[in-house]
């Protein structure tokens, strides 16, 4: 009873596991796949170095005689395409996350305007520089000997070295400044004057330059790429956790559960086993391991129903064995046992497949001979039982010797019933018995 | 020692690497203008499935215009109308279009696809109709046959815009000038070469550089002295600096097509956005030059 209790409860422990399995299952298929976010996280690598590639195109804009655009613009291209692949993979990515997306291509928007705007700007500087260059070193080969307007052009050369200076935001001196010219014809004039316009839109440029290029340098923009990362980090780690602790529950459930489960069908295989002998004890004769009484009692109306159904015969060898107390009284019980043990053997062997053998008394057996249509073929199996039973049995050294009696009845001929074909039979086997022993007797009404 | 010996011996060669890379990269970034090729692995049946369609009428809505019509494959690469039709602005040369980093006068675009599907799209231009035009192609025999070839999908509106897409991005025409950038010291006149000389001496090459001289930057018309057109009426906003290859076959000029000759034009830019006054040597001599960027077509 105890046993049954168990199992009952193992079998709801095992569902309930289970159910929990699944559900843990549920819920760690609604969450977010590390893939994505490790794959988005590499993405704003790429996506910083493409920011810190165009930083430095911008940078080195002034490391040639003229300013190459191209190579800007190429690494603003590429920073676009890295950015489009963010966007693209961090789309599956929520929380407070896509707060931040979108404000990317916004403030990238606005890096790329005010790139074109510090271009522009750096455009008109080079092209005032050159034009400033070319005109001063025209005007200083012409004019020679005019000391005045030698004065004024070493002035202005002055005033084009700051501007330089300046856009390296280098501040040089500022000196009295000689930008008139005094003694100066009306051509000269209007030179001069072209000159201290150049002068003053080129120092203009440069202001507005720097003020492009600070604005180009946002903060905002960078402090973003770098709270992306943050952030991505953060809940890449945050996901990996949970991945973490839901698949050491998971091992831990079906852990407990195959436990359970073997636990289980162990204690199913003890009930069926303990079944299985209490069955056996119940109907076999423990000594020989033959059938008892009560099987052959059982058995019998199985057979007389099966035989009347094809129509044929079969018949009740009562087996007595001749001379067994002898042996008993002579080598003892235990020497007694071991010679049924061996005639049982020898029986077993003797019978045909299809025959069963059942002890049903301390020296008597019976062979259900079935499937037959006389009695002769019955009695040929006792003839045949006779001869083989009755040789020497060698039991520790001592030899002995028994006889079987046999006494045969047939059903349906003899008897109808079990009880009265078992009668039959020992009437018969009476009969031998009486009449010399070791010997088969078919059952007669005579006998009776 | 022998660490010491190796470690000076692969220095050396870094510094020679770095002498000889210093040397041919400081050759080219020498000079504002950089010299283009062409891709030596075309794929020549695509490149003219590409040519086709731009010049096909039937991928427009009225079935009278195509690519071509505004893009004169014989005559520059424009159409040479002050504005196209339909449009406000003048039609620049699709020669070397790729190389550019802005399309279009106000440079909306940067990337080839989006421009070319929008001219497509657009009711002013192209309207196309595409169920029409798949159509027109897939019962034409030449078309279904080169498109078999190339896409295996067939005639499909992806495989037409790509194959318009890889006609445009190849279609690179050198000139006179890049073998001159190239080493060929007489590939163009004494003339052009002053000119050459002119150009980035006053200025010029400041906005116009690069591989397609121009194309990558955006500026005003006025930096110097301020413009108001020659009817008074110009309205001065930031345009992208147009590509100065072709550009003596790619009249009128401005985006309006306000004016017409090239030497009218050369006088305008250095007045306006150098502050300088040329003189007519110094005119024919950069418009030489300027000759010398049209591109060599077999």
């Known amino acids: ?448 | 020692m022998i660490y010491l010996l190796l470690n000076t011996l692969i220095n050396k060669r870094i510094y020679l690497c770095f002498f000889f890379s210093c040397i041919t990269f400081s050759c080219i970034a020498i000079e504002p203008i950089i010299p283009i090729v062409k891709n030596p692995s075309i794929d020549t049946e695509k490149f003219e499935l590409g040519e086709l369609l731009f010049k096909d009428n039937r991928l427009s809505g009225n079935q009278n215009t195509s690519c071509y019509s505004c893009h004169n494959l014989t005559a520059g690469g424009d159409d040479g109308l002050k504005t196209s039709i339909n449009l406000s602005t003048n039609s620049p040369t699709v020669f070397n279009v790729s190389k550019n980093y802005y399309l279009g006068w106000l440079g909306k675009y940067n990337q080839l696809k989006p421009h070319l599907e929008m001219i497509l799209n657009n009711p002013k231009v192209m309207n196309i109709d595409w169920a029409f035009t798949i159509n027109a192609l897939a019962n034409d025999v030449v078309y279904t046959k080169l498109f078999k070839v190339i896409y295996k999908t067939g005639v499909s509106k992806t495989n037409i815009i790509n194959a318009l897409l890889y006609y445009e991005e190849n279609l690179i025409l050198p000139s006179k000038f890049d073998a001159f950038l190239l080493g060929d010291i007489n590939a163009i006149s004494a003339s052009a070469k002053k000119g050459y000389e002119k150009f980035k001496d006053y200025g010029c090459a400041s906005c116009h550089q690069g591989a397609n001289v121009g194309g990558n930057v955006f500026q005003k018309l006025g930096v110097i002295n301020t413009f108001s057109g020659e009817n008074g009426n110009y309205a001065t906003k930031t345009l992208r600096v147009p590509s100065l290859r072709n550009v003596a076959v790619t009249s009128p000029y401005l985006h309006d097509g306000s004016v017409k000759s090239l030497k009218g034009v050369i006088k305008l830019m250095a007045k306006y956005q150098l502050g300088q006054t040329l003189t007519d040597t110094e005119v024919d001599q950069i418009h030489d030059f300027l000759k010398t960027l049209t591109s060599i077509i077999e």
């Open chain 1, 1 to 448: 009873m105890n046993r049954k209790k168990l199992i009952l409860i193992l079998i709801v422990l095992s569902s309930t596991l289970i159910i929990s399995i699944y559900s843990t299952y549920k819920r760690y298929s609604n969450l977010q796949n590390t893939m994505d976010i490790q794959n988005t996280i590499f993405q704003l690598v790429k996506l910083k170095s493409a920011d810190a590639v165009w930083n430095y195109e911008l940078n080195s804009i002034h490391s040639d005689n003229f300013p190459h655009f191209d190579r800007v613009n190429k690494a603003a291209n590429h920073y676009h395409k890295e950015m489009m692949l963010f966007l693209d993979i961090s789309r599956n990515i929520k929380e407070p996350f896509d707060n931040f997306t979108t404000l990317l291509p916004t403030l990238s928007r606005q890096k790329k305007s005010r790139m074109n705007d510090y271009l522009s700007e750096v455009a008109i500087i080079r092209n005032s520089l050159k034009y400033l260059d070319t005109l001063l070193f025209s005007l200083n080969k012409e004019a020679e000997n005019d000391k005045f307007i030698l004065k004024f052009l070493a002035d202005a050369q002055y005033q084009l070295s700051k501007s330089i200076a300046l856009n390296q935001r280098i501040n040089l001196k500022e000196p009295n400044s000689f930008n008139q010219c005094v003694h100066c014809t009306e051509q000269q004039i209007k030179t001069v004057n072209a000159i201290n316009k150049h002068l003053k839109i080129l120092n203009n440029q440069i202001v507005l330059s720097h003020q492009a290029r600070d604005a180009f340098f946002n903060a905002e923009h960078s402090d973003l790429l770098t709270t992306l990362f943050d952030e991505l980090s953060l809940i890449y780690v945050k996901t990996d956790a949970k991945h973490e602790t839901i698949k050491s529950q998971i091992l831990t459930f079906t852990l407990i559960l195959v436990i359970t489960l073997v636990t289980l069908f162990l204690l199913f295989y003890l009930l069926y086993r303990t079944i299985d002998e209490h069955r056996a004890a119940g109907i076999t004769d423990p000594l020989t391991g033959l059938y008892n009484r009560k099987k052959l009692i059982e058995n019998l109306p199985m057979f007389m129903a099966s035989h009347v159904k094809y129509g044929q015969k079969f018949s009740l060898l009562f087996i007595d064995l001749d001379g067994f107390k002898g042996v008993n009284d002579t080598y003892g019980h235990d020497i007694g046992d071991k010679l049924l043990q061996k005639l049982s053997t020898r029986l077993t062997n003797s019978v045909r497949k299809q025959d069963s053998i059942y002890r049903i008394g301390g020296d008597e057996f019976v062979v259900v001979v079935q499937g037959i249509n006389n009695a002769d073929e019955a009695k040929n199996v006792a003839e045949n039982l006779l001869t083989k039973c009755n040789r020497k049995y060698e039991l520790e050294g001592n030899k002995c010797i028994v006889t079987l009696s046999i006494g045969i009845s047939l059903f349906p001929e003899h008897a109808v019933t079990p009880d009265d074909l078992l009668k039959c039979a020992d009437e018969a086997m009476y009969y031998s018995k009486n009449h010399g022993k070791d010997r088969v007797t078919v059952w007669n009404k005579k006998h009776n």
